[in-house]
């Protein structure tokens, strides 16, 4: 049984005015990070879906990961999703594990934790919700690959079992939130 881990990293970093997945913390780039997590969790493969401006795919390559191209990265999230599972699928993986490179508080026992129940789809909890990293069975690949938009796999999470965490609350999203991160590393 393989399951893959999907980095997500065709996001603008709008907000934060700089590509995010580039930002350097504790010598590593945060997308070559979200990587070296996943894979330390024994997801395979781990396939990073970037945007075709991102120029850090051969750093991920160099890493042992796959890395994929989403042309439709402006649509939002959903377009990285279903890329990602069309690659997954491919792979023959018997489900996905949807990571983002901004929550620095993913650990691999987090990542296992979810796929604990291979059959079931499980989510992380923080802050009042239940979000991503998430993981997603083989049965839900049909779903993910519905979904449009920027909002995710959201509503596939309603159900999902919940894996508590929450330090997953702090990401990065501005300049005030790399501040605190950075704090709380040095």
Do not use: W
Not at 25 to 53: F, K, T, W, Y
Not at 148 to 153: F, K, N, P, T
């Amino acid at each position: 049984m393989s399951i893959a881990g999907i980095v997500l990293a065709a996001g603008s970093s709008s907000r934060l005015g700089r590509p995010k997945q580039t930002v350097v913390l504790d010598g590593e780039m945060l997308v070559e990070r979200a990587v070296r997590v996943a894979q330390e969790a024994g997801l395979s493969p781990v396939i990073a879906v970037m945007n075709p401006e991102g120029d850090f795919g051969h750093s991920l390559q160099q890493l042992g990961c796959l890395v994929v191209i989403n042309e439709s990265a402006a649509e939002g999230m959903a377009s990285s999703i279903r890329r990602g599972v069309v690659v997954a699928k491919m792979r023959k993986a018997s489900g996905v594990v949807l990571i983002t490179c901004d929550q620095i508080a993913i650990s691999p026992e987090h990542l296992q934790a979810l796929c604990e129940e291979p059959a079931i789809i499980a989510g992380s909890g923080y802050a009042g919700r239940v979000g991503i990293p998430a993981y997603f069975p083989e049965s839900s690949f049909e779903s993910l690959q519905q979904l449009s938009g920027d909002v995710g796999a959201r509503e596939l999470l309603r159900t999902a079992r919940v894996v508590a965490n929450e330090k997953l609350a702090l990401d990065i999203d501005t300049e005030e939130d790399l501040a605190r991160v950075q704090d709380t590393l040095s």
